[in-house]
């Protein structure tokens, strides 16, 4: 029962979490190009890099799975 395992990277699925960012926190050259929105949608890999910007939650699940990628929700 107490058996550790290796799981190297390609075990599993790969994760990246998606949370919701306000637009003022953001650097201006993406709040120019937000057009009027109070908020985006990040999507970040386990390390939490930024790996991409989009306008709604469901639009960042979308490429999250597109890509191969397990998205789980950030709060």
Known sequence: MN???E????AGERIVYVRSV?????????????EGLATLY???DAAG???ALVRDRKMAFM???QNDLAPVSVH
């Open 3 to 5: 058996t550790t395992f």
């Open 7 to 10: 799981f190297g990277p390609e």
């Open 22 to 34: 306000a637009v003022t926190d953001l650097p201006g050259e993406v709040q120019a190009q937000a």
């Open 42 to 44: 990040a999507v970040h």
């Open 49 to 51: 890099e930024r790996l």
């Open 63 to 65: 490429l999250a799975r």
